[in-house]
């Protein structure tokens, strides 16, 4: 079987924007690295849930912004909108299916946007919010919004912010404004950067980009509030170079989280706890690149496929589901300034 996976890149030196490569599961081998889409620094994606519009975080005449692309009859994404700003771009985006809106996060103007979005991939700006605040970290000296997306349940706005050491709630209307229902804050100068939910919905997995943490906590699904559970580091205590926390994964099953560290060049992997959602580090994993911005886990839970923004490749591994642990099959598979892998 051969999985399509959608990768965004910078454009600083080799790439010319959105790629797309394919996982072999039967060879067990990642191939066919061919360009879709042409943008300016296309760092994070989504895929609508009919998977027929893709929206890409870029810059358009000189603006940060949104633009999305759709697939025609012979399987191109051709451009169809953009919804750009005065201003450095978002740094994530994610699709709400069910009220045809679309949100972004942008890091460096400390806020989260929320379009409006069709069948056809117009876009139509709703709602902004700019956070507030700042912290100890010398990157912490304003805002820096770098997630949004949504609860389990659809019924919340979860957004990241590094720069205040804060994870918000958001109420959502109808006409798609956001309104703060909930905040939970980290420890100073933890930074916290992206969150995933436990399949359970009881649980959410906060990492901490300037700690190197991964933050546990309980959610409350009528509240949209967040509980402290337990905070783990992801790099070893002996490690003192630098290292920023990038992305985090969960198994479909819930039983294991996967995190990427960005200086110590790895991969942590921890079993989560059926009692109280908590985490026991199993083993780190090198990377096999330098700068692990992003990775993810196939649908089939067996692989996981790790983007480098320096090296300029891609690592494949293979995941045992029982133990968790991860076995690389392939490495140095070229894919040029590549910060954002996901699986169609």
Not at 67 to 91: I, L, Q
Not at 293 to 322: C, I, M, W, Y
Request: charged share 25%.
């Amino acid at each position: 079987m051969k999985e399509t996976i959608f990768l965004g890149t910078y454009t600083k030196r080799e790439s010319k924007g959105i790629y797309q490569i394919q996982l072999d599961t039967e060879k067990k081998e990642l191939t066919n690295l061919h360009f879709i889409a042409r943008a300016d620094s296309p760092t994070y994606l989504a895929l609508s849930g009919n998977k027929e519009i893709l929206y890409a975080i870029s810059k358009e005449n000189g603006e940060g912004g949104l633009v999305s692309f759709k697939k025609n009859e012979r399987d191109e994404f051709v451009p169809v909108d953009a919804v750009t700003a005065e201003g450095a771009p978002p740094c994530y985006v994610s699709v709400d299916d069910d009220r045809s809106f679309v949100y972004t996060a942008n890091y460096h103007k400390g806020e989260i946007a929320v379009l409006k979005t069709d069948a056809a991939g117009h876009l139509t700006l709703l709602d902004t919010v700019k956070h507030t605040g700042s912290s100890i970290h010398e990157n912490q000296q304003s805002p820096h919004a770098h997630y949004s997306d949504l609860t389990p349940d659809g019924t919340y706005l979860v957004a990241c912010d590094l720069g205040t050491d804060a994870v918000y709630t958001y109420a959502i209307s109808e006409k798609g404004k956001l309104t703060e229902v909930s905040r939970f804050d980290t420890a100073p100068g933890a930074g916290p950067r992206h969150l995933v939910f436990h399949p359970n919905g009881k649980f959410a997995y906060i990492f901490a980009e300037l700690s190197s943490e991964i933050i546990t906590v309980s959610y409350e699904p009528e509240t949209g509030a967040f509980s402290h559970i337990q905070t783990l580091s992801t790099i070893p205590v002996e490690y003192t170079g630098f290292n920023g926390g990038a992305a985090i994964r969960i198994s479909n099953d819930g039983r294991f989280v996967y995190a990427s560290n960005r200086g110590h060049d790895s991969i942590a992997v921890f079993a989560v706890s059926t009692e109280d959602g908590s985490l026991k580090l199993i083993e780190r994993v090198p990377s096999e690149g330098q700068i692990p911005r992003d990775f993810d886990l196939d649908p089939s839970g067996k692989f996981a496929v790790v983007a480098h923004q320096d090296s300029d490749n891609l690592t494949l591994f293979e995941r045992n589901e029982e133990s968790g642990k991860l076995t690389l099959i392939q490495k140095d598979v070229y894919a040029p300034e590549c910060v954002c892998v996901f699986f169609e």
